[in-house]
T-cell receptor, first 108, second 113 residues
Framework: QQPVQSPQAVILREGEDAVINCSSSKALYSVHWYRQKHGEAPVFLMILLKGGEQKGHEKISASFNEKKQQSSLYLTASQLSYSGTYFCALNQGGKLIFGQGTELSVKP | NAGVTQTPKFQVLKTGQSMTLQCAQDMNHEYMSWYRQDPGMGLRLIHYSVGAGITDQGEVPNGYNVSRSTTEDFPLRLLSAAPSQTSVYFC????????????FGPGTRLTVT
């Protein structure tokens, strides 16, 4: 079952912060986050593993709440380059199930 | 390394035609997947493979076939194209050692008329 992302879209000014949430009805073992620019392929940002280990991006952080079956992506002091669609994906033994995406627009 | 390559980049088909989308990777990854992307739907898994000779269905497998005869190649076959298969198709590879981080190809934009 597809994870649910919220919000569906967000508009920011440069320097503002944003949080994107990802919820699942199934138990989470690891969560991936990807960003996709218009017309391009998705690019890996981060993996959160059960137990709290986090691997990935320097300026973007994330949390993983196993009890709530939820992950959140935190973008702080946003830059124009952060614009794009963000996807979470649940790892189910090597196959990934993606959420529907959150479109982020950063304006000058 | 070329990474993950896909051909063609664009394709227009008539309803009922068949074709194969090609995908290859040179990273020796054991896992390969096919996704389709439609507006507002995110990426949906069509088929995936955990190694040569082993494939399994994803979320939306109907109308598509796959095979994996080598580690490098994972072609996706459309048996009888339908307008509902108009989409952008992405191939991806991964390996267990990187927690299945997906390396995506550039995509194929398919239109079925």
């Amino acid at each position: 079952q597809q994870p649910v992302q919220s919000p569906q879209a967000v508009i920011l000014r440069e320097g503002e912060d944003a949080v994107i949430n990802c919820s699942s009805s199934k138990a989470l073992y690891s969560v991936h986050w990807y960003r996709q620019k218009h017309g391009e392929a998705p690019v890996f940002l981060m993996i959160l593993l059960k137990g709290g280990e986090q691997k990935g991006h320097e300026k973007i952080s994330a949390s993983f709440n196993e009890k709530k079956q939820q992950s959140s992506l935190y973008l702080t002091a946003s830059q124009l380059s952060y614009s794009g669609t963000y996807f979470c994906a649940l790892n189910q033994g090597g196959k990934l199930i993606f959420g529907q995406g959150t479109e982020l627009s950063v304006k000058p | 390394n070329a990474g993950v390559t896909q051909t063609p980049k664009f394709q227009v088909l008539k309803t009922g035609q068949s074709m194969t989308l090609q995908c290859a990777q040179d990273m020796n990854h054991e896992y390969m997947s096919w996704y389709r992307q439609d507006p507002g739907m995110g990426l949906r898994l069509i088929h995936y493979s955990v190694g040569a000779g082993i494939t399994d269905q994803g979320e939306v497998p109907n109308g598509y076939n796959v095979s994996r005869s080598t580690t490098e190649d994972f072609p996706l076959r459309l048996l009888s194209a339908a307008p509902s298969q108009t989409s952008v198709y992405f191939c991806a590879s991964s390996w267990q050692g990187s927690s299945y981080e997906q390396y995506f190809g550039p995509g194929t934009r398919l239109t079925v008329t």
